[in-house]
């Protein structure tokens, strides 16, 4: 089936402006998490659902950073007011149901280029 | 708190010579370790990972990484690098509780490949 998608590639924002960005994940998938990665840099986590419930978010820089998933699927990144130290790779990621001691792997999305000018 | 070192930003290899990439981790408890790809402009592709078991694990596109616990270590390794294979490599280690696990990245280590 398909894979992760995200939406959308790019987006151009001026300081100040509000942004939405939007992750689909696999179908099926119960966990979903939010990486941002600076120019030059690994991904660092942002915050991670399990259906709609978020049950980390200690990654988020700043109470700008906001992130939902209402439904259990489709989840939303927005960032208020953005400021040019959020131009960044957003990545998403999603992984199938947690169970017990292990790991699910994570599949990632494209990612969105977002430059705060 | 876990981490994970790339102690190299850039290498750059002649195609068809071997290549190794570094990486340190560190963490408390048996690591599950990631090597990541990304080309300009794509997400992160898995080439291998490592669990538990056979310390030497085969990835996609003849990569191969070793775990060595006793030095914090799992290098990235290929024989014979193809020019296709210039791109940006992330290190990462699995890190939480159980059912939750995030990823936490190295800083990469961009390879150059040349003719």
């Known amino acids: 089936g398909a894979g992760v998608s995200q939406s959308p590639r790019y987006k151009v924002a001026k300081r100040g402006q509000d942004v939405a960005l939007r992750c689909d994940p696999i179908s099926g998938h119960v966990s979903l998490f939010w990486y941002q990665q600076a120019l030059g840099q690994g991904p660092e986590f942002l915050t991670y659902?399990?259906?709609?419930?978020?049950?980390?978010k200690s990654g988020l820089p700043s109470d700008r950073f906001f992130a939902e998933r209402p439904e259990g699927s489709v989840s939303t990144l927005k960032i208020q007011r953005t400021q040019q130290e959020d131009s960044a790779v957003y990545l998403c990621a999603s992984s199938l149901v947690p169970r017990g001691p292990g790991y699910n792997e994570q599949f990632f999305g494209p990612g969105t280029r977002l430059t705060v000018l | 708190a876990q981490s994970v070192t790339q102690p190299d930003i850039h290498i750059t290899v002649s195609e068809g010579a071997s290549l190794e990439l570094r990486c340190n981790y560190s963490y408390g408890a048996t690591p599950y370790l990631f090597w990541y790809v990304q080309s300009p402009g794509q997400g992160l592709q898995l080439l291998l990972k490592?669990?538990?078991?056979?310390?030497l694990v085969q990835g996609i596109k003849g990569f191969e990484a070793e775990f060595k616990r006793s030095q914090s270590s799992f290098n990235l390794r290929k024989p014979s690098v193809h020019w296709s294979d210039a791109a940006e490599y992330f290190c990462a280690v699995a890190a939480g509780s159980t059912g939750f696990q995030k990823l936490v990245f190295g800083t990469g280590t961009r390879l150059l490949v040349s003719p």
């Open positions: 659902f399990q259906n709609e419930a978020q049950l980390d």
């Open positions: 490592y669990f538990s078991g056979d310390t």
